[in-house]
């Protein structure tokens, strides 16, 4: 499968703990998107990747949340001390950008779900 | 107030109906205009996309963006079960490609 993964699909914790999540992207694509998505709502932006450097960080993105891509492959998001407000799915998405101002296609990997207990 | 707005049905049809989902949307910037199609616990699938005003089509759907409107719509002929699922708008804002603005999704029930 060359699409992008998500480990692992769902994660059960209790509150205050905290959890990491790894996504794997396509293998060529440079750059790298997490979403949050609550039941009912679309995907929210997060924070994005090109290659290694963090570019881009959502208010949404609290202190508790840190989220790293080392060497450009594979991204992690941590949230720490989580809460029940943290329950939701955490998607990620890769992309070949080209270019700072032009459109490129995100491509969606299935998700983790995570319920905080 | 949202920045995108979509009705989040659920929308029921029988199998062979015309779809029309729409989306509006207060930005006037937004230049770039999506349509992506998540099945059930899984990630949206990118269906179409569209470049400022005017009409899309590809096989059974056709995207539609009045921007003097700021609406967006999209069309499936020909429903089929098979396309059951949440349907979600996206936008673009032209000085940040990176970051979508997603609808909150309409849930589709095409009934064989």
């Known amino acids: 499968d060359t699409g992008v993964s998500q480990n692992p699909r769902h994660k059960i914790t209790k509150r205050g703990q905290n959890v990491t999540f790894r996504c794997d992207p396509i293998s060529e694509h440079n750059r790298l998107y997490w979403y949050r998505q609550t039941l009912g709502q679309g995907p929210e932006f997060l924070t994005y990747?090109?290659?290694?450097?963090?570019?881009?960080k959502s208010r949404l993105l609290s202190d508790r949340f840190s989220a790293e891509r080392p060497k450009g492959s594979f991204s992690t998001l941590e949230i720490q001390r989580t809460e029940q407000g943290d329950s939701a799915m955490y998607l990620c998405?890769?992309?070949?950008?080209?270019?700072?101002?032009?459109?490129?296609?995100?491509?969606f990997g299935p998700g983790t779900r995570l319920t905080v207990l | 107030q949202k920045e995108v707005e979509q009705d989040p049905g659920p929308l029921s049809v029988p199998e062979g109906a015309i779809v029309s989902l729409n989306c509006t949307y207060s930005n006037s910037a937004f230049q770039y205009f999506m349509w992506y199609r998540q099945y059930s616990r899984k990630g949206p699938e990118l269906l179409m996309y569209?470049?400022?005003?005017g009409n899309k089509e590809d096989g059974r759907f056709t995207a539609q963006v009045d921007k003097s409107s700021k609406y967006i719509s999209l069309f499936i002929r020909d429903s089929q079960p098979s396309d059951s699922a949440t349907y979600l708008c996206?936008?673009?804002?032209?000085?940040?490609?990176?970051?979508?603005?997603f609808g909150s999704g309409t849930k589709l029930n095409v009934k064989p």
């Open positions: 998405a890769s992309s070949l950008g080209t270019g700072s101002s032009s459109y490129n296609e995100q491509f």
């Open positions: 990747f090109q290659n290694e450097a963090q570019l881009e």
């Open positions: 569209t470049y400022s005003s």
């Open positions: 996206a936008m673009i804002l032209p000085y940040n490609f990176n970051k979508f603005y």
